[in-house]
Nanobody, 127 residues
């Protein structure tokens, strides 16, 4: 059974940091890309970051470039999202997702490139 479990969300003040983790199981980890997406109330889902596990290629949304860093730990089948300099507009439910990364196409495809989704973790940034 495929499972993606997010953790690390919470309440933080503006300017602070949080580290989200996505623990993956039930599929061949290094054949996939892991993406982070977020959805704020009343807004559409937004791609935040993505990493190709086998080649380490990374992608970031324009709104988080320079503040967020994605990394993978193959030994633990985990992908981490380090979020620094958080802003109130970063408040959202953050989801991790996994997409079979054939030819490196999963990350550039955004949410349509993802096959499995976690249930999300809430990040709230207070001003």
């Amino acid at each position: 059974e495929v499972q993606l479990v997010e953790s690390g969300g919470g309440l933080v003040q503006a300017g602070g940091s949080l580290r989200l983790s996505c623990a993956a199981s039930g599929f061949t980890f290094d054949a996939y890309a892991i993406g982070w997406f977020r959805q704020a109330p009343g807004k559409e889902r937004e791609g935040v970051s993505c990493i190709g596990i086998s080649d380490g290629s990374t992608y970031y949304g324009d709104s988080v470039k320079g503040r967020f860093t994605v990394s993978s730990d193959g030994a633990k089948n985990t992908v981490n999202l380090q979020m620094n300099s958080l802003k109130p507009e970063d408040t959202a439910v953050y989801y991790c997702a996994a997409g079979l990364n054939v030819g490196g196409a999963a990350c550039p495809s955004g949410s349509s490139g993802m096959d499995y989704w976690g249930k999300g973790t809430l990040v709230t940034v207070s001003s």
